[in-house]
């Protein structure tokens, strides 16, 4: 069942044609995103900046009960 | 800190969100209809048994699938900004949406896995009808997988079901169905869902106007928009209800944003609606300019819509800002001060806990139980802060409108001439109904435009403005993933609608 299912898919994607292009275009995404984006320009920010939930959650409690000055 | 956040950094966070939004937008509402479309196409193949429906069904699957694939996980990037640009909004909110997010990931991913090979891999290898199945499958599952973030952004719109905690700095859930079926987010996931599957019928008929504009695939052209026409039609008319009763829920829920929508600073019972306008950009609240250059009016329309009453009270822009006692309405400086009141109470709680003074600790809690509703306004200095900015909401729901309003009676012309036999002959209709296509993709935007624009300055309506969700960082950071992003999505962008156009170019034959 198993080895039919595998066959499903690997049958599939080598009769594909426009779906190659297709394939090729989601896996440079994808490592756009999850390998560049993520990792050079979107840290999570209270992930990076605190070691745990109490620190985080001390954090955003400080941040909404300030009143902003600048605006 | 707040009193250090840099304003213009909120601005570029808010405009990077925008632009991924609005990329992410262009592919969802095509799946979400053209997977219905699909499911209809094929199953006409599976009752008639007519290989031509198998072709022109086939054919549309592939141009699905490019969308589809084009269009795969450019929303994780709005996870990414999230965590990184809106930290202090992420962490309040985790709470609530972060399960149910994750689930529906879960949820999309083992369907796609699944029915998306047996409907792409599995022609001539399963069951016609379990084929059909997985078909149907996908539509109610890709349908189904936009619901909790429909929900999410429902529940910003009109924050519901939960509780403020102060240890945990988080809305907590206090009724999951107060938050699933709270009245805006039911008609967000309505009017969003529906609009898609008007927009791909939109897609399929100026697609099929083309081919009959050049003489080719003319059975199959004929075919789809006979089904994609009919599948329009009552999508347009469902929009209809959804979009009254989106606009009356905002009336009832965001009245700010709908005087914004309207232009209607000074409130009026028997209001009229604004058909068409010219927004004065000069116009403040409280002033004594004009707000239109030159207006079209419809008498007592706008209460009838606000209120199902066209003689009842509409409130404007200068009742909700400065208040209007005759008609019981508290003004944004009023809010303000219970706001300020309200974030008070939150330190003297916390600085009670601190130093071990529960009583006083407790009964903050419990005074704040009253004051909650208002929290977000503490924030702003000024009750204008309160204004959405008017022009461009006025402008985004107008477009939305006058579009929707266009394409049912276009679709009705094009079904009437192809029930007639004539629609070939029709060349001004043809390309008319080319042109619904780009129209469409406008009409989706603005109604995205109007919906967040229109719920500024709030990140969660009336209790986090976007200048407190955001985090810590300096515009140039933001500024770089900004262009970044542009650069990628524009490549994106051509390169589905090369695709796309090749696949066209070909027709069903090749596929």
């Not at chain 2, 450019?74 to 972060?98: A, C, L, Q």
């Not at chain 2, 306008?277 to 706008?302: C, R, T, V, Y």
């Not at chain 2, 107008?398 to 049912?408: K, N, S, Y």
């Amino acid at each position: 069942m198993l080895i039919r299912i595998l066959h499903f898919y690997t049958d599939g994607f080598r009769s594909m044609k426009t779906g190659r292009k297709l394939w090729a275009i989601i896996f440079i995404k994808l490592f756009i995103m999850f390998a560049i984006l993520k990792v050079f320009f979107f840290p999570d920010y209270l992930q990076t900046n605190f070691s745990n939930d109490e620190e985080r959650a001390a954090h955003v409690f400080n941040n909404i009960t300030q009143l902003p000055r600048n605006k | 800190m707040v009193e250090q956040i840099d304003l213009t950094q909120v601005n570029w966070a808010r405009a990077q969100f925008a632009l991924t939004a609005m990329y992410h937008w262009i592919f969802v509402p095509l799946t979400l209809g053209l997977s219905f479309l699909v499911a209809f196409f094929e199953s006409i193949y599976v009752r008639t048994g007519n290989e031509e429906w198998k072709r022109l069904t086939k054919f549309w699957m592939t141009l699905f699938g490019i969308n589809f694939a084009i269009g795969v996980a450019t929303g994780i990037i709005m996870e990414f900004e999230f965590g990184t640009n809106w930290s202090n909004y992420s962490w309040m909110v985790g709470d609530i949406f972060g399960a149910p997010l994750a689930a529906e990931g879960i949820f999309a991913f083992f369907l796609e896995a699944t029915f998306f090979a047996v409907m792409f891999f599995g022609w001539n290898r399963v069951s016609k009808s379990f084929h059909l199945f997985s078909t149907w499958m996908v539509a109610v599952g890709s349908n189904l997988s936009a619901l909790w973030i429909l929900v999410a952004n429902g529940w910003m719109q009109f924050p519901t079901g939960m509780q403020f905690n102060p240890d945990t700095a988080r809305f907590e859930m206090q009724n999951f169905w107060e938050v699933l079926f709270s009245p805006v987010a039911i008609s967000k996931f309505t009017h969003a869902t529906s609009s898609g599957f008007l927009l791909a019928s939109l897609f399929v008929v100026g697609i099929s106007c083309w081919y009959l504009l050049q003489e080719r695939h003319q059975t199959m052209a004929k075919r789809s928009i006979i089904v994609a026409s009919v599948f329009g039609l009552l999508s347009a008319t469902y929009v209809g209800f959804t979009g009254d009763e989106a606009a009356y829920t905002v009336a009832q829920k965001q009245p700010m944003k709908l005087a914004a929508m309207e232009g209607l600073y000074d409130g009026q019972t028997s209001a009229p609606l604004v058909a068409a306008g010219l927004i004065n950009s000069a116009k403040l609240p409280g002033d004594n300019q004009q707000p239109f250059a030159m207006e079209i009016k419809i008498p007592g329309l706008l209460s009838l819509l606000a209120n199902r009453d066209p003689g009842s009270f509409v409130p404007g822009i200068n009742d909700l800002v400065f208040g209007n006692r005759q008609q019981h309405i508290i003004g944004a400086q009023e809010k303000i001060e219970k706001g300020k009141i309200a974030l008070e109470l939150l330190r003297t709680y916390k600085e009670s806990r601190k130093s071990g003074d529960q009583a006083i600790a407790d009964a903050s809690l419990k005074a704040f139980g009253d004051y909650q509703e208002n929290m977000g306004y503490g924030y702003l200095n000024s009750p204008s802060e309160a204004v959405p900015p008017v022009g461009i909401t006025f402008y985004a729901f107008h477009i939305m409108v006058v579009t929707g309003a266009i394409f049912p009676l276009v679709l009705l012309l094009i079904l009437y001439f192809q029930i007639r036999g004539t629609l070939a002959y029709q060349q001004w209709l043809l390309y008319l109904g080319m042109l619904c296509i780009p129209l469409g993709y406008v009409s989706q935007q603005a109604g995205w435009v109007l919906a967040e624009v229109g719920r500024q300055p709030w990140a969660i309506y009336g209790l986090l403005p976007v200048t407190v969700a955001n985090s810590n960082l300096t515009s140039g950071t933001v500024m770089t993933t900004f262009f970044l992003f542009l650069g990628i999505f524009t490549l994106l962008l051509i390169a589905e609608i090369s695709i796309l156009a090749k696949q066209i170019n070909i027709g069903p034959e090749e596929n």
